[in-house]
């Protein structure tokens, strides 16, 4: 059915319709009831426009949003349909469709200086859990003893690498991660990622597919030579949004900036011939846009199959310069731990001046970890007032960046010696 017939249909509902004053009651084409075919057409002129069911026959169910309460107090209350199924001290659970979950996030932005952020999950059962206190992350030593082996790797870390990176995953109208260019997104990387593993039988590369949605989230294992079960996970979000639906979204600091940084530490420790002694997994998440859909159903997989995670960096947003100090770490639902030893890798490798900010609830992929009681941390492009004010909007592109990615380079290279120090 292509848009002409539903124009036409359109057209012959409305002319049908027409004299339409009271009591009316339109004859649908003479006895024949159209709505199924309108209702047909609408869905089929939706997937031309860029649209994927989650899987053939099956229809996107509703999601079960956690949230702060206090961030719900301040939404405009025409943006919840029922009252909050469950709640506990601090956070409340809402039942949403997912197509509602846009105008969700607009809402937070526009009310708050600060966007506390969300959590959608699949089931009632999850988001009840997420009322629960996290378990507290068990201490762990840090140690930095790999200086030789950062050094030597520090400098295959390239910019130019990087921009082309950027460059390719900002050329999709969007990677939206319902939409049909945010699985050819995926799917490419995918491709990208698999040419790491030629010559290299400890790495191999997964599509990670979600139930209720399209786009795959893509996985890079990097096998440990001797303590393969102990995994260290950095990674980022893959798709992109702006609006609600099928929208430009280039996308291009939120987050192919984040995406560019874990595929350039792939490329550095794979050009390096670097071998962890622990497992390295790469993620590039989907959904995270959705309310941490594709970390969340990742981190409860982890969860479920007893990986042991050392430790998650998480890249979201780290090519736009708009503080003075380079790095700052996100302070709330992290590891103080972890971030004050990546604080001490920057001082002790890289020189670069950094801080910190909150940064709310949900806002990025680290507190799908963070929630198992796994040490995450997000190393961020500036503060959070002063970050990038393209996001989420067609304009999120790499020119108004410079076109250059030298403020990414600093979070790749952090990386870099975080994965080498991490993963000994
Ligand atoms: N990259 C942003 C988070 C962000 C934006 C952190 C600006 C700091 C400053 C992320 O992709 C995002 O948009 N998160 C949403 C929450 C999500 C659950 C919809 C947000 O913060 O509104
Ligand atoms: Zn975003």
């Known amino acids: 059915m292509n848009k002409l017939n539903l124009f036409l249909i359109y057209a ?3 002319g049908a319709a027409a004299p339409a004053a009271a009591g009316y009651a339109p004859d649908f084409d ?15 002129a939706a997937s031309a426009g860029g649209l994927l069911p989650p899987a053939p026959g099956r229809a996107e169910g509703p999601v079960w949003v956690t949230m702060e309460k206090s961030a719900a107090a301040s939404l405009d209350g025409a943006l919840f349909k029922t009252a909050p199924v469950a709640q506990s001290g601090r956070l409340a659970v809402y039942e949403f469709d997912p197509t509602e979950l846009g105008r969700l996030a607009d809402g937070m932005h526009r009310a708050m200086r600060r966007a506390p952020g969300f959590i959608a999950h699949d089931t009632l059962e999850e988001a009840l ?20 082996r950062v050094k030597k790797l520090l400098p295959l870390v390239r910019e130019e ?47 990670f597919k979600h139930a209720a949605f399209a786009q795959e989230s893509v996985i890079l294992t990097m ?3 001797s303590e393969p079960d102990k995994v260290v996970v950095i990674g980022g979000h893959l798709d992109s949004i702006a609006g609600y639906g099928d929208n430009p979204a280039p996308g291009a600091d939120d987050n192919a900036s984040g995406v560019a940084v874990t595929n350039e530490v792939v490329k550095a420790l794979v050009e390096g011939g670097y071998r962890p002694a622990r497992t390295i997994k790469f993620i590039a998440f989907a ?10 159903e990742i981190a409860a997989a982890f969860q479920k199959q007893g990986v042991k995670v050392e430790g998650m960096l ?43 900010f909150d940064c709310g609830y949900g806002c990025s992929d680290h507190a799908s970890f963070a929630k198992k009681g796994w040490p995450a941390s997000t190393p961020f492009e500036s503060t959070y007032e002063q970050c990038n004010p393209y996001i989420h909007k067609a304009v999120d592109t790499l020119a108004k960046m410079g076109g250059g990615a030298a403020h990414s380079v600093k979070f790749a290279r952090l990386a870099v010696a975080y994965a080498v120090e991490l993963a000994k």
């Open 314 to 356: 998480n890249l979201d947003m780290t090519n736009y310069k708009g503080s003075d100090r380079d790095i700052y770490f996100v302070s709330d639902n992290t590891s103080a731990d972890q971030n004050a030893f990546l604080g001490k890798l920057i001082d002790s490798y890289l020189g670069y001046t950094w801080g910190s």
């Open 223 to 225: 096998r440990g030579t």
């Open 12 to 14: 012959a509902l409305c």
């Open 287 to 296: 959904a995270e846009e959705a309310g941490l859909r594709g970390s969340g």
């Open 129 to 148: 859990e997420d009322l629960k206190a996290p378990p507290a992350p068990r201490a762990r030593a840090y140690t930095l003893d790999q200086a030789a």
């Open 30 to 44: 003479r006895g024949v009831d159209v709505r199924a075919a309108v209702r047909a057409a609408v869905e089929d």
């Open 161 to 207: 690498s990087i921009v082309s990176s950027i460059a390719w995953l900002s050329s999709y109208k969007n990677r939206y991660y319902r939409g049909a260019t945010g699985v050819e997104a995926s799917k490419r990387l995918q491709r990208e990622w698999a040419a790491y593993s030629e010559g290299r039988p400890d790495i191999s590369v997964e599509a």
